[in-house]
């Protein structure tokens, strides 16, 4: 397990912490700014988020975010140290130089035994037939000097034997995990078994999992036990070698076992880390939502949990994918406060692999065909809606209530109101049950949180609907709420009119649509407005609700418009579907069609991403 100051280092977001003194503009992977440490027009200034340094590369003044508050704030480096892990949440714990001396022991007889398990690997009897079940399942001579791996012979105390050998005593064997007692005495904890080595982030032997070679064996895995050094629940396989292509991707893979692991790397999936179980616990979700994968591609950042497509298949993955919502939602904040926001979370997707299939078996047989996999991966509330819907009856109205009895509960944790409207829409559409009384079921289904629940975006504008003319389309339930609230908004910002991706078709209403293309075209409220255009915008003006700020304002158009122009997509898209198979029209133009909008809100769904992303630059900061 990481030490208080790997852990504060990790947590620290530089860029932040620096960002709060001078300012930073991104510059391909790194960021830069006028040097703090000396007079400079030029900025050759830069803080790297990836090695967790700052340089200056005019004065070549150095360091990380210790060396910063040492040098800023006059700090001595154990109170930088406070003042760091104060900052990112981080618990300090008391660490003698009797605890520092006893870690390091742990780690030398870790790295011994890996010796002894490379060297039964490659010169026992034994060792050779281990090292032909690695040929039996492709795993190359590189990937096993990769990865360190090894065997351990069938002896009780081989292992035990050779640590006293090099000055180990007994109970530092034991302490490190490699050793058991028993009533009958001490033996190996591993015999017989392929060896693969569990480094931590710095790429420290922590731990050991040992493999099952032949059937009849008790387990798959054995992994070792939790130490001072090794805590299962909070170790990742492989981020050691993962992670300077998971910040470059700004994606991280997260298989099950080791050798999954291990193939997918050996077929160049560089990204991918092991949970070493069936679930990703909340521990392991923190140490990916540390890394800031955010930082390369903003919102396209995200963890694809892949499932083994094991029977009973995709109820397995259901299940699964429930403990994973669990597992976001409860993860805390860096400070420990509480749940993480919407802004803080990294998204989680999940791949299903076909029945019978695991990583290791596509990544020997078909890379191609598992990268595709993973690019398929949905968010898991999208996933799990998708499994409920395949397994219901939504023909009738107690089918309907039934999946959205279970539906329901899964937005109860989802505290970013856009996203929650989202996935209410898709339930109405799903059922016919008005988003309204929807949203009136969650409201009681979400539990309390100890902060008040954010007022509905969307209120009630002026005045009812008026019909739909000019065979416009019929507005879904709801909508010419929404496009008053929308455009009530405008009338009173009306320089935002030409900044979302909307188009006048998105509103049913021919005077709002009027007033929409009068405000884009740089037309603010006035005399120059046709008299029944005038009084409408004086109406929707009156009935705005009053924002405490204009920022606030801008989030509120900002997300109306990109909830409106969604629910018209996806309108559009069911049109041409029901079209396509109704046989009315060219099948192919049709085709063609419904390409092109899903196309389109694929793009607003990313841009909806970007804007929620996480440590997302402010827009002066981005490069041109």
């Known amino acids: 397990m990481p030490g208080d100051f790997d852990l504060v280092k990790e947590r620290i977001d530089l860029v932040q912490l620096i960002g709060e003194k001078i300012a930073l503009k991104r510059a391909g992977r790194t960021y830069k700014g006028l040097c703090p440490f000396h007079a400079e027009k030029t900025p050759s200034f830069t803080v790297d988020p990836e090695r967790r340094t700052y340089k200056c590369f005019g004065c070549g003044v150095f360091g990380d975010a210790f060396t910063w508050l040492e040098k800023q704030d006059g700090l001595d480096a154990g109170e930088a140290l406070r003042v760091l892990a104060d900052r990112a949440g981080v618990q300090l714990t008391r660490r003698t130089p009797e605890v ?57 105390d081989g292992l035990l034997l050779y640590l006293r050998k090099k000055g180990f005593t007994d109970q530092e064997a034991i302490a490190a995990g490699l050793v058991i007692e028993h009533e009958r005495g001490l033996f190996d904890r591993f015999r017989d078994r392929l060896m693969v080595p569990i480094r931590d982030s710095k790429g420290r032997t922590v731990a050991f999992a040992g493999r099952a070679m032949r059937a009849g064996q008790p387990a798959k895995y054995i992994n070792s036990p939790r130490t001072d050094l090794f805590d299962k629940s909070a170790t990742l396989f492989a981020l050691d070698v993962a992670k300077t292509q998971m910040r470059r991707s700004s994606e991280a893979v997260i298989v099950e076992g080791q050798l999954d692991a291990v193939s997918c790397h050996q077929a160049g999936l560089d990204n991918v880390v092991a949970s070493m179980g069936t679930a990703l616990t909340v521990q392991q979700y923190q140490m990916l939502n540390d890394m800031r994968l ?12 892949a499932f083994d497509g094991d029977a009973p298949g995709t109820a397995s993955a259901e299940k699964r994918g429930r403990e994973l919502l669990r597992v976001i939602y409860s993860a805390p904040d860096r400070a420990g406060r509480g749940e993480l926001g919407r802004r803080e979370r990294l998204p989680v997707h999940v791949a299903v692999l076909p029945e019978g299939k695991d990583p290791d078996d596509l990544a020997r047989s078909d890379p191609p065909g598992l990268r595709a996999l993973l690019k398929e991966a949905r968010p898991v509330l999208e996933f799990l809606i998708e499994q409920v819907r395949r397994r219901s009856d939504l023909a009738n109205p107690d089918g309907r209530r039934r999946f959205l009895a279970e539906t329901l509960p899964l937005l109860a944790d989802e505290t970013d109101p856009l996203t929650r409207d989202l996935y209410l ?37 002026p005045g009812p609907a008026r019909p739909v003319e000019n065979g416009q389309r019929a507005a879904p339930s709801g909508q010419p709420e929404l496009e008053r609230y929308l455009m009530a908004q405008l009338v009173q910002f009306p320089e935002e009119a030409g900044r979302f991706e909307l188009d006048p078709e998105d509103l049913t ?85 419904i390409d092109r909008l899903t196309d389109e809100l694929t793009r607003l769904m990313h841009a909806r991403e970007r804007d929620t992303a996480p440590g997302r630059p402010a827009p002066e900061d981005e490069d041109e």
């Open 294 to 305: 955010d930082r390369e591609q903003g919102a396209n950042a995200r963890a694809i949990v």
């Open 100 to 156: 520092r001396e006893h870690e390091k022991k742990l780690l030398a007889a870790n790295d011994t035994a890996l010796f002894y398990f490379r060297q039964a690997l490659r010169g026992t009897t034994a060792g050779k037939a281990a090292a032909e079940y690695l040929v039996q399942r492709g795993i190359e001579p590189a990937t096993v000097e990769r990865f360190g791996l090894g065997y351990a012979p069938d002896i009780r």
């Open 425 to 461: 829409g898709t339930l109405s559409r799903l059922t016919g049950a008005g988003e309204e009384t929807l949203r009136q079921e969650l409201a009681g289904a979400r539990r309390p949180r100890g902060m008040e629940r954010p007022p509905a975006p969307f209120s009630q504008g």
């Open 509 to 593: 209403d021919p005077d709002l649509r009027a007033i929409f293309e009068l405000l884009r075209a740089g037309e603010r409220p006035g005399p120059r407005y046709p008299a029944q255009l005038a009084a409408v915008a004086a109406a929707l003006g009156a009935s705005a609700p009053q924002p405490s700020d204009e920022d606030q304002a801008v989030r509120a158009i900002e997300m109306a418009a990109q909830r409106l122009r969604d629910r018209n997509l996806r309108q559009r898209i069911e049109e041409k579907r029901a079209a396509r198979a109704r046989g009315d029209g060219d099948i192919g133009g049709l085709d063609a069609e």
